[in-house]
T-cell receptor
Framework: DTGVSQNPRHKITKRGQNVTFRCDPI?????LYWYRQTLGQGPEFLTY????????KSRLLSDRFSAERPKGSFSTLEIQRTEQGDSAMYLC??????????????FGPGTRLTVL | GESVGLHLPTLSVQEGDNSIINCAYS??????FIWYKQESGKGPQFIID?????DKRQGQRVTVLLNKTVKHLSLQIAATQPGDSAVYFC???????????FGAGTRLAVHP
């Protein structure tokens, strides 16, 4: 399977714990995105990488959230001191090397986070 | 599995009928529009996209229509099948380059 992969698929944690999610994009894609989706809503943009550079962060991404893409391939999203409001599906997407706006973003299966 | 979109608008159709899912957007500067299908417990799956210099684009059993005058986007699915049952989201680039803004979603229920 050469699509976007995410691990773990499900994570249950207690409030106050730290969690880390991993995303492996489609191999030839240089752009990687993180979104968050809550029940009944469409995905909301969190942050975006071009190669290893984090170029944009949403105001939704509080100081407790940090994302990295150290070698321009896989990415990690860490949430520190989790809160119940962090419970959501965390989606990763990647897109290719096109120069035009709106290159198709392909999504992974997501990581479902439940904070107890 | 979990449900995606517990209180979404629902379109119910009979198997074999054509389906039309509508979406309104607000930013006249939006240049790129895309439709995704999301099944329960899965990530959004790309269906079809269209740029603002086009009015219509066709794929396999799907057609996207863009009316820039009234800022309206629609997804037409021909000969709807049970496997088409899912939540459908439209999205555009109104948030800026590389940042998709998603609509609320519509649940499509296909009945035999």
């Amino acid at each position: 399977d050469t699509g976007v992969s995410q691990n773990p698929r499900h994570k249950i944690t207690k409030r106050g714990q730290n969690v880390t999610f991993r995303c492996d994009p489609i191999s030839e894609h240089n752009r990687l995105y993180w979104y968050r989706q809550t029940l009944g809503q469409g995905p909301e943009f969190l942050t975006y990488f071009q190669n290893e550079a984090q170029l944009e962060k949403s105001r939704l991404l509080s100081d407790r959230f940090s994302a990295e893409r150290p070698k321009g391939s896989f990415s990690t999203l860490e949430i520190q001191r989790t809160e119940q409001g962090d419970s959501a599906m965390y989606l990763c997407a990647s897109s290719g090397r096109g120069a035009r706006p709106g290159d198709t973003q392909y999504f992974g299966p997501g990581t479902r986070l439940t904070v107890l | 599995g979990e449900s995606v979109g517990l209180h979404l608008p629902t379109l119910s159709v009979q198997e074999g009928d054509n389906s039309i899912i509508n979406c309104a957007y607000s930013n006249s500067a939006s240049d790129y529009f895309i439709w995704y299908k999301q099944e329960s417990g899965k990530g959004p799956q790309f269906i079809i996209d269209i740029r603002s210099n086009m009015d219509k684009r066709q794929g396999q059993r799907v057609t996207v229509l863009l009316n820039k005058t009234v800022k309206h986007l629609s997804l037409q699915i021909a000969a709807t099948q049970p496997g088409d049952s899912a939540v459908y989201f439209c999205a555009d680039d109104s948030g800026g380059y590389n940042k998709l803004i998603f609509g609320a979603g519509t649940r499509l229920a296909v009945h035999p």
